[in-house]
């Protein structure tokens, strides 16, 4: 708990829902009503979400495959999959989150399911399992776990992003807190490396693929981790 009495998921469900979700609503579309940080994160996002469609493209054949992506947000990585034939089962802590991913997917005419859930109640086997950035709103000890259940749900591959905690991106983090700027946001963790791979080993998974992506304001680890 906090020093507010208030837990990191509550925190971070009520900030998805009202504030959190304005911000990232924006960041995460191509409107134009963002400011030169915005679109740097943005850029650096669209980035992430490249790299893993790129990936998914070079294996072949997605259609039909299952897809669950947690911490879905607006969908933007769930639904150019649901674009390439992939059954999409995505979800957020957010209801405002998870209602404008179907929104926006029920826009395009695209079949896939979007639903409110924590993370750690996520349920069913996927061919793959998706968690894009999500990890920043994981406490450090509630990291190992988070990624365990995430591989509980695969049966093929988990692939994840995470602000990886380096002494450099802890610095910048650190200078960040110096100057918060004008709007709230929810509490940020960095995570070591060695622990998200220590956590897929133990769970059976093998790092198969890797990409790190930073820009100015945007820095996210991404790994594949496959069953061995
Ligand atoms: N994965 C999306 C993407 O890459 O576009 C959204 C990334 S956004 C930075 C983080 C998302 O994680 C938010 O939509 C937030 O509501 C969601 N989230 C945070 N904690 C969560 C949890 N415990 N369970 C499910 N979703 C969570």
Same mark, same amino acid.
């Given at each position: 708990?906090?020093?507010?009495?208030?837990?990191? /998921?509550?925190?971070?469900?009520?900030?998805?829902? @009202?504030?959190?979700?304005?911000?990232?609503?924006?960041?995460?579309?191509?409107?134009?009503?963002?400011?030169?940080?915005?679109?740097?994160? &943005?850029?650096?996002?669209?980035?992430?979400?490249?790299? =893993?469609?790129?990936?998914?493209?070079?294996?072949?054949?997605?259609?039909?495959?299952?897809?669950?992506?947690?911490?879905?947000?607006?969908?933007?990585?769930?639904?150019?999959? *649901?674009?390439?034939?992939? /059954?999409?089962?995505?979800?957020?802590?957010?209801?405002?989150?998870?209602?404008?991913?179907?929104?926006?997917?029920?826009?395009?005419?695209?079949?896939?399911?979007?639903? @409110?859930?924590?993370?750690?109640?996520?349920?069913?086997?996927?061919?793959?399992?998706?968690?894009?950035?999500?990890?920043?709103?994981?406490?450090?000890?509630?990291?190992?776990?988070?990624?365990?259940?995430?591989?509980?749900? *695969?049966?093929?591959?988990?692939? =994840?992003?995470?602000?990886?905690?380096?002494?450099?991106?802890?610095?910048?983090? /650190?200078?960040?807190?110096?100057?918060?700027?004008?709007?709230? @946001? @929810?509490?940020?963790?960095?995570?070591?490396?060695?622990?998200? &791979?220590? !956590?897929? %080993?133990?769970?059976?998974?093998?790092? !198969?693929?890797?990409?790190?992506?930073?820009?100015?304001?945007?820095?996210?680890?991404?790994?594949?981790? %496959? &069953?061995?």
């Amino acid at each position: 708990l906090a020093a507010t009495g208030v837990d990191d /998921k509550t925190e971070v469900r009520e900030y998805f829902n @009202t504030e959190g979700f304005n911000r990232w609503n924006k960041i995460y579309s191509d409107s134009d009503e963002v400011n030169s940080v915005q679109l740097d994160i &943005r850029t650096g996002h669209d980035q992430t979400i490249q790299k =893993i469609l790129n990936w998914v493209q070079d294996d072949g054949d997605i259609s039909g495959k299952s897809v669950c992506d947690c911490g879905c947000g607006v969908g933007s990585l769930a639904i150019p999959l *649901a674009q390439m034939g992939a /059954k999409i089962s995505a979800s957020d802590i957010s209801d405002s989150m998870a209602n404008e991913a179907a929104r926006r997917a029920k826009e395009m005419g695209l079949e896939a399911k979007f639903y @409110t859930s924590d993370l750690e109640s996520v349920s069913g086997k996927y061919d793959t399992v998706t968690c894009v950035d999500v990890a920043i709103h994981y406490p450090t000890d509630k990291m190992a776990e988070m990624v365990g259940h995430l591989c509980s749900l *695969a049966e093929d591959r988990v692939i =994840i992003s995470f602000a990886p905690k380096t002494w450099y991106y802890s610095f910048l983090k /650190k200078v960040g807190e110096l100057f918060p700027g004008p709007s709230k @946001t @929810t509490r940020a963790y960095l995570h070591e490396e060695e622990v998200v &791979r220590n !956590a897929l %080993k133990k769970a059976g998974f093998e790092v !198969a693929r890797e990409e790190m992506t930073g820009t100015n304001f945007y820095f996210s680890r991404l790994l594949e981790a %496959k &069953r061995v």
